[in-house]
Nanobody, 123 residues
Framework: VQLQAFGGGLVQAGDSLRLSCTTSRRTSSNNGMGWFRRAPGKEREFVAAISWRGDNTNIANSLKGRFSISRDYGSNTVYLQMNSLKPEDTAVYYC?????????????????WGQGTQVTVSS
């Protein structure tokens, strides 16, 4: 399984970005997907996850109301919509394929990880 995340960049506080992650195989076959991030000098942090059917999503409490996750089966793509971005959202964002059908916030629940995409939010 190959994952490619893209859509990062340099934005100003208050702007929006949508990250995309495309997989090399059909992830509709029973796998949830998720996004994590790692800020400089910090631990990896859960951001959002979505079940394989897309009927259940899980957003980190600190990001609720600003971030959302969705998926498109036709293009094997999962999206992370980020609104009202803040400088503290600056990080490398990673997408991952879950070992399970449900959405999970636990990193150990993910079997495949993509190379990250950098998001930088200036104040």
């Amino acid at each position: 399984v190959q994952l490619q995340a893209f859509g990062g960049g340099l934005v100003q506080a208050g702007d929006s970005l949508r990250l995309s992650c495309t997989t090399s195989r059909r992830t509709s076959s029973n796998n949830g997907m998720g996004w994590f991030r790692r800020a400089p000098g910090k631990e990896r942090e859960f951001v959002a996850a979505i079940s394989w059917r897309g009927d259940n999503t899980n957003i980190a409490n600190s990001l609720k109301g600003r971030f959302s996750i969705s998926r498109d089966y036709g293009s094997n793509t999962v999206y992370l919509q980020m609104n009202s971005l803040k400088p503290e959202d600056t990080a490398v964002y990673y997408c991952a394929v879950s070992r399970y059908a449900v959405s999970t916030s636990a990193p150990e629940g993910y079997a495949y990880w993509g190379q990250g995409t950098q998001v930088t939010v200036s104040s």
